[in-house]
């Protein structure tokens, strides 16, 4: 059963409401790449090898990529959408208006898949998550894997 690992932290801040709280943060106990997910998806049944499916993994993020950078949005159907956002500075007028001055960054955004049946919104998201609290804090060094309590 998958569990979704969080961690209690205190709130320290003096200048808040909520100083001296504690709060839950969602903690990853591994980041996995394409070809780690090509294992896992080969190993659920899949009649692809790993190699096969890190191929069109690897071409599908190279797709999405070039369609960003085409004014397009990407959308995956189940898990949600990719789009693309400006960071831009005011000018005073339209003929005054720099794009290499005005526009300071690209953003990458993702917006979770909103149908009811497929829903990643937060609503939805939390009613399918098993919660489990790490029982081990110090591994913010990345060397200790967390050990897991019973789920919630």
């Not at 995956?76 to 526009?103: C, H, P, R, W």
Request: charged letters at 30%.
């Amino acid at each position: 059963m998958s569990k979704f690992m969080y961690q209690l932290y205190q709130n320290k801040s003096s200048r808040e409401k909520v100083s001296g709280l504690w709060f839950a943060r969602a903690k990853a106990v591994e980041t996995l790449d394409n070809r780690a997910m090509a294992t896992h998806i080969a190993e659920h049944g899949s009649i692809y090898t790993p190699d096969v499916i890190f191929g069109v993994l690897e071409k599908y993020r190279t797709c999405i990529i070039e369609m960003l950078l085409s004014s397009r949005k990407v959308k995956i159907d189940g898990l949600g959408t990719f789009y693309a956002t400006i960071q831009s500075t005011g000018a005073e007028s339209v003929a005054k208006f720099d794009v290499k001055k005005n526009i300071s960054a690209v953003h990458i955004r993702f917006l979770p898949e909103q149908e009811k049946a497929l829903s990643l919104a937060s609503t939805e998201f939390i009613k399918k998550v098993k919660f489990s609290e790490m029982d081990k804090y110090a591994i913010e060094d990345g060397d200790e894997k967390p050990t897991v309590s019973d789920p919630l």
